[in-house]
C-alpha cells in the first residue's frame, strides 16, 4: 500500500499539526505531510511548518468574495500537492458540501468533546455550562453536517469541580495528541472501515 499523503489545515496553534509532525518523526504514523494550510496568516501553525521543512500556505478567506471561490483556492493547493487524506486540525471554518464532496471519506477533524454532545465551536464553555462530570474528545470522519460524521476514537477526560475552559481544555488537548495521530495512523494501514454511521477498527494485518 502507497504512503498516505496528508493535507492539514489550521487556523490556530497548531499543536495538533505539531502532535502529527512528531508522531511521523517517531515513526507512528506511516505518512508525509505534503502541505499545511491556513486561514489566517498570523497562525503559529505556519511556522511550526516550516521548522518541520514542510511547505505550508495561507489561503485567507478575506481575499475571496465568498466561500466556494475560497474552497476552491483551498483544493487546488491540495489536490496539486497530492493529498490522499485532509486533516482538519483547528480549522475553524465550517466546509461547505462542495468541499466535503470532492474528498468524500477522505476527510478527518478531531473535535474537543464526547460527540454528539457540545458540537460548535465553545465546546469547553458549554461543557462547564451544562455541569457533566466526563468530557474529552472526538476523531471522526467530517461529513456535511457540524460535527456529525462517523465517529472513529474517543478519548475521556474527567471534568473538575474548579475547572475552567482553560484547565479543562489543556488536559482535552493532551487526549487530542494521544488520539488524532492513533486514528490517522488507523486509516494509513487500511483499519478503518464506515458501516453507516459505525467505523469498525479492523484487525492489524501480520
Same mark, same amino acid.
Given at each position: 500500500?502507497?504512503?498516505?499523503?496528508?493535507?492539514?489545515?489550521?487556523?490556530?496553534?497548531?499543536?495538533?499539526?505539531?502532535?502529527?509532525?512528531?508522531?511521523?518523526?517517531?515513526?507512528?504514523?506511516?505518512?508525509?505531510?505534503?502541505?499545511?494550510?491556513?486561514?489566517?496568516?498570523?497562525?503559529?501553525?505556519?511556522?511550526?511548518?516550516?521548522?518541520?521543512?514542510?511547505?505550508?500556505?495561507?489561503?485567507?478567506?478575506?481575499?475571496?468574495?465568498?466561500?466556494?471561490?475560497?474552497?476552491?483556492?483551498?483544493?487546488?493547493?491540495?489536490?496539486?500537492?497530492?493529498?490522499?487524506?485532509?486533516?482538519?486540525?483547528?480549522?475553524?471554518?465550517?466546509?461547505?458540501?462542495? /468541499?466535503?464532496?470532492?474528498?468524500?471519506?477522505?476527510?478527518?477533524?478531531?473535535?474537543?468533546?464526547?460527540?454528539?454532545? /457540545?458540537?460548535?465551536?465553545?465546546?469547553?464553555?458549554?461543557?462547564?455550562?451544562?455541569?457533566?462530570?466526563?468530557?474529552?474528545?472526538?476523531?471522526? /470522519?467530517?461529513?456535511?453536517?457540524?460535527?456529525?460524521?462517523?465517529?472513529?476514537?474517543?478519548?475521556?477526560?474527567?471534568?473538575?469541580?474548579?475547572?475552567?475552559?482553560?484547565?479543562?481544555?489543556?488536559?482535552?488537548?493532551?487526549?487530542?495528541?494521544?488520539?488524532?495521530?492513533?486514528?490517522?495512523?488507523?486509516?494509513?494501514?487500511?483499519?478503518?472501515?464506515?458501516?453507516?454511521?459505525?467505523?469498525?477498527?479492523?484487525?492489524?494485518?501480520?
Amino acid at each position: 500500500m502507497s504512503k498516505q499523503v496528508l493535507g492539514v489545515l489550521c487556523s490556530g496553534r497548531g499543536t495538533d499539526l505539531q502532535s502529527i509532525i512528531d508522531a511521523i518523526g517517531r515513526g507512528e504514523v506511516d505518512a508525509t505531510i505534503a502541505l499545511v494550510l491556513t486561514d489566517k496568516p498570523d497562525a503559529y501553525a505556519l511556522t511550526r511548518a516550516e521548522k518541520a521543512g514542510i511547505k505550508a500556505l495561507c489561503i485567507d478567506r478575506k481575499q475571496f468574495d465568498g466561500r466556494q471561490p475560497f474552497e476552491e483556492a483551498l483544493i487546488k493547493a491540495l489536490d496539486e500537492a497530492g493529498v490522499t487524506l485532509v486533516v482538519l486540525a483547528g480549522f475553524m471554518r465550517i466546509l461547505t458540501p462542495y /468541499f466535503v464532496r470532492h474528498y468524500a471519506g477522505r476527510i478527518m477533524n478531531i473535535h474537543p468533546a464526547l460527540l454528539p454532545s /457540545f458540537t460548535g465551536a465553545h465546546a469547553h464553555r458549554d461543557v462547564l455550562a451544562y455541569g457533566v462530570k466526563v468530557s474529552g474528545c472526538t476523531v471522526h /470522519f467530517v461529513d456535511e453536517g457540524t460535527d456529525s460524521g462517523p465517529i472513529i476514537l474517543q478519548a475521556a477526560v474527567p471534568v473538575l469541580d474548579d475547572d475552567t475552559e482553560e484547565t479543562l481544555g489543556a488536559r482535552v488537548l493532551e487526549q487530542e495528541h494521544i488520539i488524532y495521530p492513533k486514528a490517522i495512523q488507523l486509516y494509513c494501514e487500511g483499519r478503518l472501515k464506515v458501516d453507516g454511521r459505525h467505523v469498525r477498527i479492523l484487525p492489524a494485518q501480520k
